[in-house]
């Protein structure tokens, strides 16, 4: 699988690997089931990480798929691409370029950090933040300094 995902109530994160059709529809049924239970719309943290080669344009395809196909059971997906210098700003900017194509600027952010991904969804994470510390831990990522009591 090229990516490591888990989830605490409503929460998904994802650090992401380079796209395969498995994953997609891993993360498609993931999303699906939490809805379901939570009975909330989902907060969806797509790490991109810096060591991650650039999407090929199948990879890059699959994910705009998966990603707009969620957009109607999330209440925000944060995409954080942490490559840093001009690569990062590239994608960044592109990726922003997109969003705002497609008119989903209030729901779908991308940032260049955890803690700036924090700053978005803080007030719609679980309560238990403990709990979703092991979230962000157990996908591979690390936990955001801003998260409190952690």
Request: a negative charge.
């Amino acid at each position: 699988m090229g990516c490591q995902l888990a989830s605490f109530e409503h929460l998904l994160v994802v650090r992401w690997g380079l796209p395969e059709i498995r994953d997609c529809a891993i993360i498609d049924e993931k999303v699906k089931r939490l809805r379901e239970t939570s009975g909330r719309e989902v907060v969806y943290i797509a790490v991109i990480p810096e060591d991650l080669n650039n999407f090929d344009e199948d990879q890059r395809a699959r994910f705009e798929r998966l990603s707009e196909g969620l957009m109607p059971l999330l209440d925000r997906m944060v995409i954080v691409i942490q490559a840093t210098g001009f690569r990062g700003a590239v994608m960044r900017s592109m990726t922003t370029a997109l969003i705002l194509v497609a008119r989903r600027a209030n729901t779908l952010k991308v940032v260049s950090s955890l803690d700036a991904a924090l700053d978005e969804v803080l007030d719609r994470l679980p309560s238990d933040h403990v709990a979703v510390a092991d979230a962000f831990r157990e996908a591979g990522v690390d936990v955001p300094a801003k998260l409190p009591a952690a």
